[in-house]
């Protein structure tokens, strides 16, 4: 199976700072379709995951477009350009290039 | 709106079944490949079960194989996770998401495994 290792483990950040959570793969991402299945979820306290981003990069259309991702083959990047209050939670990744789906072990993100 | 409710959780001895549904609107669920993703308390998630659009295949997590029944009922829109067997470390909440159609979470449902 495809391990997915996210750093850093939790985030303690102000409200207005950035974020930066990183993803590593151990195998490349890159399906023979030319895609890579690599993605983003939130889950903040008490709910249900919510979608962030998809194919690395690509925003759903009701996130905000202070979150951004990045990266390729094996490294990839979930950036916050200024944290907000609603952002805090669980963030995951998780690989649907490979079977079976497997998430990251999750970066708790803080609120100072 | 897309809506997946799932249902069917509750507290089951051990060895015994539970059948799990999802409910699914506001989008064609009948071109989805869909799965089970499960979150034991105050762990990390992970991919249960899937099966293809059509029904026609599906695919287990190697501790659930052989205990557990994905399907789909196209019809209804419905999804459905048989679990036999059930064992303590079946204890979580239990999502069903179409991760490559636009990856919507559900609420989720509690089972809980214990005697």
């Known amino acids: 199976d495809v391990v997915m290792t996210q750093t850093p483990v939790s985030l303690s950040l102000a409200i207005g700072q950035p974020a930066s959570i990183s993803c590593k793969s151990s195998?490349?991402?890159?399906?023979?379709?030319?895609?890579?299945?690599l993605n983003w979820i939130l889950q903040r306290p008490g709910q249900s995951p919510k979608r962030l981003i998809y194919?690395?990069?690509k925003l759903y259309s009701e996130v905000p477009d202070r979150f951004s991702g990045s990266g390729s083959e094996t490294e990839f990047t979930l950036k916050i350009s200024r944290v907000e209050a609603e952002d805090l939670g669980v963030y995951y990744c998780?690989?649907?290039?490979?079977?079976?789906?497997?998430f990251g072990s999750g970066t708790k993100l803080e609120i100072k | 709106e897309v809506q997946l409710v799932e249902s069917g959780g509750g507290l089951v001895q051990p060895g015994r079944s539970l059948k799990l549904s999802c409910a699914a609107s506001?989008?064609?669920?009948?071109?989805?490949?869909m799965a089970w993703v499960r979150q034991a308390p105050t762990k990390g998630l992970e991919w249960v079960a899937s099966?293809?659009?059509?029904?026609?295949?599906?695919y287990y997590r190697d501790s659930v194989k052989g205990r557990f029944t994905i399907s789909r009922d196209n019809a209804k829109s419905t999804l459905y996770l048989q679990m036999d067997s059930l064992r303590s470390e079946d204890t979580a909440t239990y999502y069903c998401?179409?991760?490559?159609?636009?990856?919507?979470w559900g609420q989720g449902t509690l089972v809980t495994v214990s005697s």
């Open positions: 099966i293809t659009n059509s029904g026609g295949s599906t």
């Open positions: 195998q490349s991402l890159l399906g023979t379709s030319g895609k890579t299945f």
């Open positions: 998401t179409p991760p490559f159609g636009g990856a919507y």
């Open positions: 194919q690395v990069s």
């Open positions: 506001g989008f064609t669920f009948s071109n989805y490949y």
């Open positions: 998780w690989q649907g290039t490979h079977f079976p789906l497997t």
